[in-house]
């Protein structure tokens, strides 16, 4: 209850009930009020700072491979769960992890850990088939040629209709001009990153053990995708802008954030009810009482305004954390070889 909408006669009692020294009688002492737009310009702020920036990786990659050749090999195996557990907090797949792998294969042959170090190997070269050890020793590069017999038949995915103005990676691996990338079959991770104000598209691609064809012209059933501008360029849809900002990471923690600010300010709309009720049953004569019922009216209001917000916000981001926002379309299909044998990929989307 803010003093100075308190009747004179009556600022006295509040400040006692409040549990505060009394003010003097015109001091103008004030309560800042609870404002339920502040929440929502926090949620709007919040969710506007779109997905959180890639983590720089404290320690790099030349530095665990300095640390590796000069026979330092815990301090180089240390580096490397270092740059791991970097890349785990990364939005989009590392470009680097198929060669942080293979130097994890590397230090762990050389700790006399071969099973861990065919398990690296197999993670890389799952990567990128194409991957060599030229910059290690011929025990190494046997050991590495030795896990890729192991590997899966690859299979060649083509993209069409790729923007003139976007670069594709295929788990981190940029895809050539040609369009044509060998993977193993399973999940890959398609990134196409716009030269623009354009946020990047995500989807997930389940490889069979076929060819494929894959048309990028399709997009997921509502994706909002790119707009011309008229210089030309692709700007963000403004549906698929705030698509992307709902489907970010930052998503969750901001409706979380906000769920637990309404609770707050529930607590401090009480408080102020709480008062308002104590000053309006003390009041010595009609027309002090009349004085509190619209304030009291307007405290319940935004109480009751704060309660739904919180249960909405909680809800919504238990949904953003559990739930995600993949759904599954099939995007170009296409006949591939003489005996006419097609193949379809299952892409989900991050929009």
């Known amino acids: 209850m803010r003093h100075d909408r308190v009747l004179p006669e009556r600022r006295c009692e509040v400040e006692r009930f409040a549990g505060r020294a009394a003010a003097p009688r015109g001091a103008g002492a004030t309560i800042v009020g609870y404002n339920p737009r502040v929440v929502l310009l926090a949620l709007v702020a919040m969710l506007a700072a779109g997905p959180a920036p890639a983590a720089t990786p404290a320690v790099t990659l030349e530095q665990a491979q300095k640390s590796y050749f000069d026979a330092d090999l815990d301090i180089a195996l240390s580096q490397v769960s270092a740059i791991e557990h970097d890349e785990a907090r990364m939005v989009d797949p590392p470009v680097d992890r198929p060669k942080v792998l293979l130097l994890k294969t590397a230090i762990l042959l050389k700790r006399n850990d071969p099973v861990g170090a065919k398990s690296a190997a197999m993670e890389a070269l799952s990567i990128d088939p194409d991957l ?6 011929p025990s190494v590069r046997q050991f590495v040629e030795g896990v890729r017999l192991e590997l899966p038949e690859r299979v060649l995915v083509r993209f069409k209709d790729a923007p003139a103005n976007a670069d594709l990676r295929l788990d981190g691996r940029l895809v050539p001009p040609t369009g044509v990338l060998a993977v193993v079959p399973g999940t890959h991770k398609l990134v196409v990153s716009y030269r623009g104000p354009a946020a990047p598209d995500r989807r997930t691609i389940e490889v069979g053990t076929s060819d494929v064809t894959l048309s990028l012209s399709a997009k997921p059933a509502g994706s909002g995708g790119a707009v011309a501008s008229p ?3 692709a700007a963000p849809a403004p549906a698929g802008r705030m698509r ?9 923690p901001a409706l979380f954030g906000v769920s637990a600010l309404a609770l707050v300010s529930t607590g401090v709309a009480g408080y102020e009810i709480s008062l308002t009720q104590h000053n309006r049953r003390t009041a010595t004569t009609p027309s002090q009482r009349a004085v509190y019922a619209p304030y009291l009216g307007r405290y319940e209001a935004e109480a009751g305004a704060s309660v739904a917000l919180a249960v909405a916000c909680g809800v919504l981001g238990v949904e953003r954390l559990h739930h995600g926002h993949a759904r599954a379309v099939v995007v170009g299909a296409a006949p591939l070889g003489g005996d006419g044998r097609g193949a379809q990929a299952l892409i989900a989307g991050s929009f």
Request: hydrophobic share 45%; net charge neutral.
């Open 132 to 137: 060599v050890a030229d910059a290690y020793s």
């Open 231 to 233: 210089g030309g360029g």
């Open 244 to 252: 992307a900002l709902w489907n970010g990471p930052r998503a969750a």
